[in-house]
């Protein structure tokens, strides 16, 4: 073949958008080498003879081999796994009279967000639906530079003190000699740490619940977790706590749904999350803030500083200030979720760090990793990362160094500008970042010290809170959790260890786990500072604030021969119309001839759609497809898993014997397919498994 070659074939940069054979602008994409060489065979090596070796010489060969070769960076070290969306922060009212921050001024205003969403404990190939804290981190592309709020779905911390860091992720990752159990806490290591470690007390109580099976990164809350400061523009600092509130409601799955969703999807959140956005229902968050000031701050029971400790939203309500709005999937998973590189210490002039000493800790933890992993201290400079306002400094050279300064001004001071050279970019000594210099309450100035402060030795009384705030659903399923997570430790000393802290806790949630166990209930453990009992804090459950709603829900609808084509079109359509997303599901993905003699495809083969992929189910049979179905397990298994994950059924008369066969037992959540059904599916039936499962 004769390739024609042009002389016009930069490409801007762009490594990989080609020209054509003939010209440049003909509209066909060729296929080139790095070095923009055209390929003429992309399947053939070069080879003496037919059947003779390949030749050294083969650069395209090589060139190939050669970048696929180096193509995996190293993961993350906590936080592997995550999946992430471009979309917009936008302000309701200017917060001038708290912070000079510029994305805070003016009401209205939208600044472009990355936000990703992790687990932290499994590698970058694990599932989605572990039991696990979920990260929660914002990048925010102000016009001053960029924020990152760097934040997880629970908002206290597992320890107190940087220091403890590696120890915890030592503990919790899978075991160092036999590197299993992959994404799960529940190991000796991890259990014997915690028992040894009582300020782990009160995030092991967030762990154990619901909170870590979320059912969508859509519907999980976010929090900035350490006190923070915004700082307006005559100096005055305000402490503050940062919640991001899902626009769907918090909603969890149960642990058994959460194992079966690992089988069913280990994408279950990336796709939901992806699927979300890409059907144009774009998730969204609202910031609250939590306001206070030293006063507010000395005045309760427990430190501000102490990332194990939440302020109640009763005794300091939420100002909502403005909304998240993930609206575009990345481009390319690699080049932005992959490399994008979160810190809390990017912060912009009007937010201020505090000395809790977990966050001073991260401070330097992420721009560390981060040249490790992304290995060039110019990652900065990469696509995702790279400010969306000006940057300009003296700093130069580097690997992989993207950027061209001219000129000789790489020093400062320098007096080239007088000489008609450019001088390079000066300080801005007022609105340039100014760190706050109050502080000097209690405890902030003296002598070196390895200590911590007096109330951070209350590892309790804030579990407490936390446990006394839960439904007894939610109780029942923390203390089944802790039952569950320790029966899987083989040291002997760990379980007794763990139930003797948690008699300081709740002795009600003691017994439960002892006997659980069946170990005896071990001496209580003496509390370093003895908890107090606080106001319980209603919105911390989940149970008690879920939204009764079908918005950003999917009900799966079986349907085989015979299925009624009205029934199902009604169904479908009364369902989108309440905000939900209907998925038909069908014994072959080929679908089912319906009622009306037409081929109704389906969207998922009933083996591949197991029940736990949908939030309500609907079973749309007639005679004919009942009379099929029942033979098959799957289907059997569709309508138990549904009914124990306390889902509402909807279905046909003709479909009962399958519901009889699957041991249903009628309730309010399972229903003759009607017009209420939207109604019903909008909700879960936590009345109904005290009836079906021996929790805690
Ligand atoms: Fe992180 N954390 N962390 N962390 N963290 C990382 O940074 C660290 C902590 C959080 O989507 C690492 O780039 C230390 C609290 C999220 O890319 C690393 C301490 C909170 C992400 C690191 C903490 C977080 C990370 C690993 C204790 C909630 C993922 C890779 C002092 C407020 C960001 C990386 C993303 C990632 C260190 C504790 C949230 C090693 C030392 C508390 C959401 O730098």
Known sequence: MTTTFDTDRGNGGETHQHVSEKGPHDGVNHLTTNQGIRITDNQNSLRAGERGPTLLEDFVLREKIFHFDHERIPERIVHARGSAAHGYFELYDSLSDITKADLFQRAGERTPVFTRFSTVAGGAGSVDTPRDVRGFAVKFYTKEGNWDLVGNNIPVFFIQDAMKFPDLVHAVKMEADRAFPQAASAHDTFWDWASLMPETTHMLMWAMSDRTLPRSVRMMQGFGVHTFRLVDTDGKSTFVKFHWRPKLGIQSTLWDEALKLQAADNDFHRRDLWEAISSGNFPEWELG???FDQEFADAQPYDVLDATKIIPEEVLPLRMVGRMVLDRNPDNFFAETEQVAYCPANIVPGIDFTNDPLLQGRLFSYLD???????????????????????????RDGQMQMSVPKGRANYEPNSLSSDGEAGGPRECPVT??????????????????????????????????FWRSQQPSEQAHIASSFVFELSKVGLKQVPPRMVANLRNVDEDLAR???DGLAIILPEKNPAAREPVDMESSPALSIHANMMDTLQGRKVGILIADGSDAAALKTLQEAIKDAGGQSFVVAPK??????????????EGQLLGSPSQLFDAVVVLLSEDGAKHLIKEGAAIQWLMDAFGHLKAIGYTAAAQPLLEKAGIEADDGVVPLDQSFVEIAKKRYWQREPKLRLLA
């Open 289 to 291: 803030l939590q306001l």
């Open 369 to 395: 990793t981060q040249k490790s992993r992304l290995g060039t201290a110019n990652f900065h400079q990469l696509p995702i990362n790279a400010p969306k306002c000006p940057v300009m400094n003296f700093q």
């Open 432 to 465: 340039g970042f100014g760190t706050f210099e109050g502080g000097t309450s209690q405890g902030e100035k003296g002598n070196k010290l390895r200590v911590r402060a007096e109330l951070f030795a209350d590892h309790y009384s804030q579990a407490r809170l």
């Open 512 to 514: 439960r786990v002892a």
């Open 589 to 602: 993905i080929g679908g089912a001839k319906l009622s009306d003699g037409k081929q109704m495809k389906a």
